[in-house]
C-alpha cells in the first residue's frame, strides 16, 4: 500500500525548540510575587492523624500558609473513583500528602515543612495482596468494596475439563513482577494562579488535562468552565502523568493565598507522588497435546492496586484480556483481580498490564516446548494468531494478524542463533 | 552572600551569590538561562549538563563558589535557529528528540566530544554520553545523531 504518510519522512518541528533549550517545561515558568509550595508526606503506610502542629513553621518569617484537609472543600479525587484525598487526614500509603506549605521562597518552604508536626495514630498496615483479598481482611476502602478486591474480570471459554483430558504435557508455574517507577526525567512542576476573571489557572505537564481540569474544579468548588489547564511541554510520562500529582494542591495554594503558586517536585518527592506500575503474581497452568498445540490454560492473575484505584480495574482488565498471549487455546478459565494494599498505588505505564503477562505466557511456551521436545519457535508457530482465530474473550480476529509473517521473518536470524552454540 | 565573576557564554558576570546555590540555581534562577533542566538533583541523570571551563558537569554538583572564575558555556550558547550547531541539526535531522527534557545535556555533552575529538569511535561517544540519561529513546538515534555530527563536520 502506498500511501503520503506511511514511510514518508517528517520532521518533528518541536524537536528545534527542545535542542537550542527554548522550550519550556513547568518548571521553566514563573510569575511576579509567586509563593512556593511544599508537600509534607506520611511516612506511615496506614494511620489516622490526631493532630498537626503547625505553630512552629508559622513562626518562620516567610511563611504565607499552611493547609490541611479540613481547608480542602472537596477532599477527593481519583481516575475512576474519588478515592484519593487532596490532602490526607487518614493515611493509606507511605507518601499520601498530609499538610502543605506556602512560602515566600523555596528554602522558607521546604525548612518550615520540617517544623509541622503530625501526630499519627498507627494502624496495622497489609502489603501482601494475596493475603489482603481474603474476605476477613478490613477493607480500606469500605465504601467502594466490602473486601479488598477492587475488581474482579473471569473470563471463560470452552472445557477446562475437557481441555486437561487432551493436554499430553503440562507447565504450572508462578510469575511474580515488581513495582516500576516510570522515572520520567522531568520532575512534576505547577504554576498555578487566579486570572484576572478569578478564573483558576494550572499550568503543567500532564497526559490528561481536561480530567486533571475536572479533579481541580471539583476539588476547589469551582465550574469547570471557572478552570484552566495549560499543558506545557511535559518531559516523559509513560503514565505516569495520568492522575493528579500537585495540579490540586498548587491550585487550593493560589486560591486560600490569592497569589501565584509554584511548585517542583525534587526527584526524591516524585518518587512518592505518582503512580508505580502494578507488580502482578501470576499462577499459569497450561497444557499442550504431542502435536504441540495448546489444549487448555487456567490463570490466576493478582495485581496489586496499592492504596487507591487509579487505573487498576482496567490494568487487570487489560493482564486478563492478554493473558493467553497471542496464541490460540480453545479452553481457558482466567481470573484477574486488582487488590488494594498500603503499598504506593498503582496505575498506568506503558503496556498498561499487557507488559506483565508477557513473562509468563512465554516463559509457559518455553517450558512447554522443551517438554515436548520441539524448538520455541516451532511451538509458537503452531499456535500462533490468525486471521480467523478466536481469542479467549470470544472475538473472532478478522483481519491484520500478521504475527506468522512475523515469526517467518525472523526464522533465520532465531535458527542461527540456536545452532550457534 | 558572596560573590563571583564568571563568564557565561561569552557574556561576563559579577553575581551575588548565597553560598549555598548551585550553579544549577545561578544559571536558572540568577540568569535565567532555563534551557539548563534539573532532573535528579543529585549528579544521576545529567539534564543540568554545562561546560565549565571546557568540561562537562552536572551544574547541579557545582556550587556557587567553585564556579568563580570560569568559563560556562549553557544550551544558550550553542547554535540558534539561523546558525544551528552540526549536533542540534544532526538531533533534529535523526529524530534523536521525543520530551526534550535530557536534549539540551546530552547537545552539549556530544558537543564537548566533537570539540576535542572530531571524528570518535561509536566507543567514545558513548562514554561521552554515558552521564545523560534518555528514558524516552532508547539512546539508539541520539547515539546515530552524535556520528551523523561528526561525519557532517569532516
New interface residues.
Given amino acids: 500500500m502506498k500511501t503520503e504518510v506511511v514511510g514518508s519522512r517528517a520532521l518533528r518541528e518541536d524537536s528545534w525548540g527542545k535542542v537550542f533549550g527554548q522550550t519550556k517545561f513547568p518548571a521553566d515558568v514563573n510569575l511576579p510575587n509567586q509563593i512556593y509550595g511544599v508537600v509534607v508526606r506520611s511516612p506511615h503506610p496506614h494511620a489516622r492523624i490526631l493532630n498537626i502542629n503547625s505553630e512552629e513553621a508559622m513562626k518562620l518569617e516567610g511563611v504565607a500558609v499552611v493547609l490541611t484537609a479540613n481547608d480542602v472543600p472537596h477532599n477527593s479525587h481519583g481516575v475512576l473513583f474519588r478515592d484519593q484525598p487532596v490532602i490526607a487526614d487518614y493515611v493509606r500509603m507511605v507518601g499520601d500528602p498530609v499538610a502543605v506549605v506556602g512560602g515566600e521562597t523555596m528554602e522558607i518552604a521546604r525548612e518550615a515543612a520540617e517544623r509541622i508536626r503530625v501526630d499519627y495514630e498507627i494502624l496495622p498496615a497489609i502489603f501482601d495482596p494475596e493475603e489482603a483479598m481474603k474476605p476477613e481482611v478490613p477493607p480500606l476502602h469500605p465504601e467502594l468494596q466490602s473486601t479488598n478486591v477492587l475488581y474482579h474480570l473471569p473470563i471463560r471459554r470452552g472445557s477446562m475439563e475437557e481441555g486437561w483430558a487432551k493436554a499430553d504435557v503440562v507447565v504450572e508455574q508462578v510469575y511474580k513482577t515488581q513495582h516500576v517507577d516510570h522515572a520520567f526525567l522531568q520532575p512534576e512542576a505547577v504554576l498555578a494562579y487566579l486570572d484576572e476573571r478569578g478564573h483558576m489557572v494550572v499550568q503543567t505537564a500532564t497526559q490528561y488535562a481536561h480530567y486533571d481540569r475536572g479533579e481541580i474544579a471539583h476539588a476547589l468548588g469551582f465550574r469547570y468552565s471557572q478552570v484552566q489547564v495549560k499543558t506545557l511541554a511535559v518531559g516523559g510520562a509513560f503514565g505516569g502523568r495520568e492522575d493528579i500529582s500537585l495540579q490540586i494542591i498548587a491550585a487550593l495554594l493560589a486560591l486560600k493565598t490569592q497569589r501565584p503558586v509554584k511548585m517542583e517536585n525534587t526527584r526524591e518527592e516524585s518518587f512518592y507522588s505518582h503512580s508505580k506500575r502494578h507488580p502482578m503474581t501470576m499462577y499459569y497452568k497450561t497444557g499442550a497435546a504431542k502435536d504441540g498445540k495448546l489444549v487448555a490454560m487456567q490463570a490466576k492473575i493478582i495485581g496489586d492496586a496499592g492504596a487507591y484505584s487509579s487505573w487498576s480495574i482496567n490494568v487487570l482488565r487489560k493482564s486478563a484480556v492478554h493473558a493467553t498471549g497471542p496464541y490460540e487455546i480453545p479452553n481457558v478459565e482466567i481470573d484477574s483481580f486488582a487488590v488494594f494494599t498500603n503499598n504506593p498505588y498503582t496505575g498506568a505505564m506503558r503496556g498498561f498490564g499487557a507488559a506483565q503477562t508477557v513473562l509468563a505466557y512465554e516463559s509457559q511456551m518455553d517450558l512447554l516446548a522443551k517438554k515436548l521436545g520441539i524448538s520455541p519457535l516451532e511451538i509458537r508457530l503452531r499456535n500462533c494468531f490468525q486471521v480467523g482465530s478466536i481469542t479467549a474473550t470470544g472475538q473472532e480476529l478478522t483481519s491484520s494478524v500478521p504475527l506468522d509473517q512475523c515469526l517467518a521473518k525472523i526464522a533465520p536470524y532465531f535458527r542461527r542463533e540456536v545452532e550457534t552454540p | 552572600m558572596m560573590v563571583i565573576e564568571c563568564i557565561v557564554n561569552d557574556k561576563k558576570y559579577v553575581l551575588e551569590v548565597d553560598p549555598q546555590e548551585r550553579l544549577l540555581d545561578v544559571l536558572r534562577n540568577h540568569l535565567g538561562?532555563?534551557?539548563?533542566?534539573?532532573?535528579?538533583?543529585?549528579g544521576e541523570?545529567g539534564?543540568c549538563t554545562v561546560i565549565l571551563d571546557g568540561k562537562t558537569v552536572n551544574s547541579c554538583l557545582v556550587l556557587a563558589g567553585q564556579a568563580h572564575n570560569s568559563v560556562i558555556t549553557?544550551?544558550?550558547g550553542?547554535?540558534?535557529?539561523q546558525s544551528?550547531h552540526p549536533?542540534?541539526k544532526a538531533?533534529?535531522?535523526v529524530?534523536a528528540?521525543?520530551?526534550?527534557?535530557?536534549?539540551?545535556g546530552m547537545?552539549l555533552s556530544a558537543k564537548n566530544l566533537l570539540d576535542k575529538n572530531p571524528h570518535p569511535s561509536d566507543e567514545e561517544i558513548g562514554v561521552a554520553l554515558s552521564g545523560n540519561?534518555?528514558?524516552?529513546t532508547g539512546y539508539d538515534k541520539i547515539l546515530r545523531a552524535v556520528k551523523l555530527a561528526a561525519e557532517e563536520g569532516k
Fill in positions: 538561562l532555563l534551557g539548563t533542566k534539573e532532573g535528579c538533583g543529585e541523570c539534564a549553557t544550551i544558550e550553542v547554535g540558534n535557529r544551528p549536533v542540534q538531533f533534529v535531522e529524530g528528540v521525543q520530551c526534550g527534557f535530557c536534549t539540551p547537545v540519561l534518555c528514558r524516552c
